[in-house]
């Protein structure tokens, strides 16, 4: 019987064990996995800095010291574009590196790793069982958008989903230094991606929103509409991997009880940009200490609402602001405002990034952006 079991060693996974670990270095953590460290995951890679501040929170500094951050964001759609500076550099850093460290930062911490592959998950009145051989107090489902844990939990499955595929390619001159985004004028909400990795190579994708009644897209339509959206970017391009991305509700729970979720099995994907590893870290280093909470409190079904609470507060109302703007992404004449008050202001542009990174809000200064035209008149 461990203490806490975390079904996925992934950036909430590990995120989780340190979070529970620093607020109680004695309790017996497992951190499960099917895959051994590094493995490659599908993503776009990029690391805000928001990230590093919740894992200098729990003892984990200097993560991504030997990687070049990225200060240039580039966002276009038709022949509307804005190039700045971001307040806070980003990181652009394969999974397959980043997932490794911060495994191997829990572990240092005290979790126990182990590589298995958890089928089912039962909640009793003595604890949660993994499959049939593994107890826990309480359970964390760190586990991605297709969560064996999730069910267990009583959550149902996340309606909103969008589909993207990623690869590796090398980075053209016209591209380096830079994150880039641009925006579909035809099927929106959607976008391709080239972000510079600072070693020569720049991850590449593109992502959609899935709507009911349209057929499933391909990996030739996806590679297609890339290549339409940032021309040539499919070029040499290898590793090509998809993956589901749930997206943020209005409003988000979590059910009471002993098993917590984290990360993308929590639901947690930013529905603007799709960004998903500040979420994953924060939201996993919560539940952590929830987890350690109820457990110092000796009632580990409390868990389940500890989290609830700590998740609401920290992202509650920034939730219901991104799934507002996710509507508006939708709306091409909203884009466009947007890009061409980023262009002239230098506060809308660190507004909407914060919105896609961090926690940001939609604040005033947008919201006279999408009503007025920046055009004719200053935001």
């Avoid at 339409?228 to 509700?249: K, M």
Wanted: aromatic share 4%; with cysteine; charged share 25%.
């Amino acid at each position: 019987m461990w203490d806490l079991a975390i079904v996925g060693a992934g950036p909430a996974g590990s995120a989780a064990a340190l979070g529970a670990l620093t607020a109680d270095p004695g309790l017996r953590v497992a951190l499960l996995d099917r895959a051994d460290f590094p493995r490659d995951k599908s993503c776009g890679d990029g690391i805000a800095p928001h990230v590093l501040d919740v894992l200098s929170d729990v003892g984990v500094s200097g993560l991504l010291d030997d990687w070049r951050p990225v200060r240039r964001l580039r966002l276009q759609r038709a022949d509307v574009t804005t190039l700045r500076d971001m307040a806070r550099p980003a990181w652009v850093v394969p999974r397959a590196v980043f997932d490794a460290r911060l495994v191997e930062a829990a572990v240092r911490a005290g979790a126990h790793l182990r590589r298995v592959r958890v089928k089912a998950v039962e909640v009793g009145t003595d604890g949660v069982r993994l499959d049939a051989d593994l107890s826990a107090r309480v359970t964390i489902g760190a586990d991605g958008a297709h969560s064996v844990v999730r069910p267990s939990a009583g959550m149902t499955p996340v309606r909103r989903r969008a589909l993207a595929m990623r690869g590796y390619v090398p980075t053209p001159p016209a591209r380096a230094g830079q994150q880039i985004i641009v925006f579909s004028e035809t099927r929106q909400p959607s976008y391709a991606w080239s972000f510079d990795r600072g070693d020569g190579y720049s991850n590449v994708g593109y992502g959609e929103l899935l709507r009911k009644g349209r057929a499933p897209l391909t990996r030739a339509e996806l590679l297609h509409r890339l290549d339409t959206l940032l021309p040539g970017a499919t070029a040499g391009a290898e590793q090509w991997l998809g993956h589901h991305l749930p997206l943020s509700p209005w409003r988000w729970h979590q059910a009471d009880g002993p098993v917590l979720l984290a990360g993308d099995a929590a639901g947690l994907i930013n529905p603007v940009t799709g960004e998903g590893i500040y979420y994953a870290v924060a939201t996993g280093v919560l539940a952590g200490r929830s987890a350690a909470a109820a457990l110092q409190a000796g009632d580990p079904a409390s868990a389940g609402r500890r989290h609830r609470v700590a998740v609401r507060s920290l992202l509650g109302r920034h939730l219901r602001h991104t799934a507002a703007a996710s509507r508006l992404v939708a709306v091409p004449a909203a884009v466009e405002r947007c890009l061409r008050a980023a262009t002239r202001d230098q506060q809308v542009f660190d507004d909407l990034v914060e919105i896609g990174l961090g926690r940001g809000l939609v604040t005033r200064r947008v919201v006279r952006t999408i009503l007025r035209d920046p055009r004719t008149s200053t935001p």
